[in-house]
């Protein structure tokens, strides 16, 4: 079982992921139409990439837009969540032995505590993110059964890690759900809203070149949009 979850599943999940999410972008850009979506990316380009960057940029920063600045509560537990999303996965000191023991890159990795605390962070935010939606009325009406998987799929990768690590019950079964976890996760990116991952990036490019070069901001410094 665990030479077909560390082997092949593990082959077929980064595939479908990587695959997936090209498959959209390229999608997503082909399907912007140069009338209705205004785009122009041949013209004023230097206009249109420094609106893009700055677009991405203000909206990483915590509290960066109006967005994030009229909700301080969830703002906080989003960044606690995906802080320790993004960044565990890619360097706990677990996975990048795995990634220079494959590949042989010199893959740099966190303190194992850094690594502990993140995750302990995630688990928190997301038990925060389930209470918000459960009990703010004008986010549960618009909570959907998959907004509950999603959040349970995005979960489950740092719960199953987290007693794995700490050796809270069987290691082998725990590690096996974990990395069982971790590829449902994966597999599910370009099938749900996980995609946003990706498709942050492309709205963000798109409406900040269209709002860069067309509605105004070559003539002023500009408003995050
Ligand atoms: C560069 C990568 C990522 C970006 C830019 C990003 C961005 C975002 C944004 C803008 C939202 C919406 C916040 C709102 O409701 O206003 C969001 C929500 C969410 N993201 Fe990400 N995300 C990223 C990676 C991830 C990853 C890796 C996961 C899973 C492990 C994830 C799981 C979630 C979940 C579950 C929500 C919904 C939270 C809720 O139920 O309200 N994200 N993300």
Not at 3 to 20: C, D, E, H, M, R
Not at 146 to 162: E, R, V
Request: with cysteine.
């Amino acid at each position: 079982m665990y030479q077909i979850v560390t082997g092949p599943l593990l082959w077929l999940s980064f595939a479908i992921f990587f695959g997936g999410c090209l498959f959209h972008v390229i999608n997503y850009f082909k399907g912007l139409d140069s009338r209705v979506d205004r785009v122009t990316y041949k013209v004023n380009t230097r206009h249109g990439v420094r609106a893009a960057l700055r677009s991405i940029g203000v909206w990483i920063l915590p509290f960066g837009t109006r967005s994030w600045r009229v909700k301080p509560g969830y703002t906080l537990l989003f960044y606690l969540f995906h802080v320790g999303a993004l960044s565990v996965p890619l360097f706990a000191s677990g996975h990048a032995v795995i990634i220079t023991q494959r590949w042989g890159l010199n893959w740099p990795s966190m303190p194992d505590m850094l690594a502990d605390a993140l995750t302990l962070g995630v688990m928190l935010a997301v038990f925060g993110i389930f209470i918000r939606r459960l009990i703010l009325p004008e986010v549960r009406i618009i909570s959907s059964g998959w907004d509950w998987l999603t959040l349970a799929i995005s979960a489950a990768p740092f719960f199953t890690g987290f007693i794995a690590y700490h050796q809270l019950g069987s290691g082998h079964f725990w590690t096996l759900a974990h990395i069982l976890f971790g590829e449902i996760l994966l597999i599910a990116v370009p099938f749900t809203k996980l995609f946003h991952m990706v498709l942050f990036f492309c709205t963000r490019i798109q409406i900040g070149m269209d709002f860069g070069i067309k509605r105004g901001g070559m003539k002023s410094p500009g408003f995050p949009w």
